[in-house]
């Protein structure tokens, strides 16, 4: 008998299966289950990029490109990222295309941490950070975050966390999952910390374009000194609905995009060339897409908000992304309790706040990137839960 343990990376056994994928797979086993677990667009991806998709696959246009992505690409995700948000990058050197945002979060982690070095987490955050920082021998640190504090970093925060091994932030504004979003007036105290104790931050922006109202996404890279010490990650799949296609860019220094190129050239080869040619269609042509999106998505926000208020779950008003996060504690059960209970007696599916991190502890996940018809369905079932554990409490 084999003792596989002992050809395991350790670093690998050690970290913990992700929080999420636990509801989905019950979720998977049942009938008649209504999930509002899944950060995945509803919508199809427009028309006029599956044909070009479509186009130049009938044309036979399927070999490798160059590693860093199509260059034609790499031009206009420049020009994307200076009319949007007036930074200028190199396509030939400061660009890399990558097979989604999270392989770009996991080339950029690799590239800058090393064994014993410390990297910052905001929490509530995307579960993959952590894992990858200690899968590359790092420790990550938690930077706690908070509904009174509108779930934003606040800077005595993130100065006391600092030591001498301190080497990066992952900075993910807006936010999964509580839809957090950080202003420009109060990047620029974070960033004026981040200059003066010689950090790096890698900004995960992949819901850049999903902000609600008059002021929209602020870049922290386009922050005075923040340029040349941030790597920038986003891509495809939330702003033009375009999860299965994989497709995400890193943008940053010339001296760290030319090593994770390198991580890159030999883990991946290059992203899928259909998608990327789709990817030049949508930035020059999508902008219109993406406002009829992000109008139906302000739509849904504010209606679940109100609903979840009238059942009597304190919601935090979002204002990014296409996630709530309703706390539970007054129910008296943990977030995984709730989750658990709630999909076995009502068939449905939330994701526990616990898994983005300790101070998610409370709380619960629900997207709104469903169709209003199933989000009222879901509440009315939550409704019930409720009214059922009062009850069963009282």
Known sequence: MIDYSSFL???????????????????????????????????????????????????????YTANAGLLPLREEIRNYY?????????PKSEI?????????????????????????????????????????????????????????????????AITDKTKLLIFPYPNNPTGAVMRKSELEKIARVIIKHNLFV??????????????????????NGMKERTIVINGFSKSYSMTGWRLGYALGPEAVITQMTKLHQFAIMSAPTNSQYAAI????????????MVQDYDMRRRFTVNAFREIGLDCFEPEGAFYLFPCIKSTGLTS????????????????????????????????????ISNIKSAIARIAEFLDELKENKY
């Not at 200076?82 to 190199?90: A, E, G, P």
């Open 9 to 63: 990376n350790e670093n690998i056994v050690n970290v913990k299966p992700s929080g999420i994928r636990k509801f989905f797979s019950i979720a998977e086993e049942m009938e008649n289950v209504i999930s509002l677990g899944v950060g995945e667009p509803d919508f199809l991806t427009p028309w006029h990029i599956r044909r070009t998709a479509i186009d130049y696959l009938d044309s036979g246009t399927t070999r």
């Open 96 to 160: 890399l295309v990558t097979v989604g945002g999270s392989e770009g979060i996991d080339m950029a982690i690799r590239t800058l941490i090393k064994n014993g070095d410390e990297a910052l987490v905001i929490e509530p955050s995307f579960v993959c950070y952590k894992p990858i920082i200690e899968t590359c021998g790092g420790y990550a640190v938690p930077l706690p975050t908070y509904a009174e504090n509108s779930f934003k970093l606040d800077c005595d925060v993130l100065e006391k």
């Open 202 to 223: 890698i900004s995960d922006e992949i819901y850049s374009e999903l902000t609600y109202g008059s002021e929209r996404h602020c870049s922290i890279a386009s922050i």
């Open 336 to 371: 995984e309790e709730f989750c658990e209970r709630l999909i076995v007696s009502k068939h449905v599916a939330v994701i526990p706040g616990s898994a983005f991190g300790d101070s998610g502890e409370g709380y619960i996940r629900v997207s709104y990137c469903y169709s």
């Open 281 to 292: 269609e949508a930035l020059k042509h999508g902008d219109a897409d993406i406002e009829k």
């Open 82 to 90: 200076n009319r949007k948000y007036l930074i200028d990058y190199n």
